[in-house]
Nanobody, 121 residues
Framework: VQLQAFGGGLVQTGGSLKLVCAISGDIFSINQMGWYRQVPGKQRELVAVVTRGGSTNYADSVKGRFAISILFAQNTGYLHMTSLKPEDTAVYYC????????????????WGQGTEVTVSS
């Protein structure tokens, strides 16, 4: 399984962006997909996760503003980000796992490259 994330860019405070994670390979082996973000000098943090069954979970800092989804028929995952704040500025990574390691903080199976999001104040 290979993941490719794109859709980042520069946006003003209050704006929106949609990140896309293109998934190739055996997508049906994937049980969870997640989006993480990292700021230089800080630990990578889990932003959102979605399971094959459609359950979702979000970091408290993005609840109500971000929405994660995955369309298996299109081999694509998304992170819709609205009401963006300067503190959302980071490099965002998509990831996928064959089990539940994203949800439970284990070793994730697959990672995409990052896409940079910058929110100007």
């Amino acid at each position: 399984v290979q993941l490719q994330a794109f859709g980042g860019g520069l946006v003003q405070t209050g704006g929106s962006l949609k990140l896309v994670c293109a998934i190739s390979g055996d997508i049906f082996s994937i049980n969870q997909m997640g989006w993480y973000r990292q700021v230089p000098g800080k630990q990578r943090e889990l932003v959102a996760v979605v399971t094959r069954g459609g359950s979702t979970n979000y970091a408290d800092s993005v609840k109500g503003r971000f929405a994660i989804s995955i369309l298996f028929a299109q081999n694509t995952g998304y992170l819709h980000m609205t009401s963006l704040k300067p503190e959302d500025t980071a490099v965002y990574y998509c990831a996928a796992d064959r089990s539940n390691d994203i949800w439970f903080g284990g070793a994730v199976d697959y990672w995409g490259q990052g896409t940079e999001v910058t929110v100007s104040s």
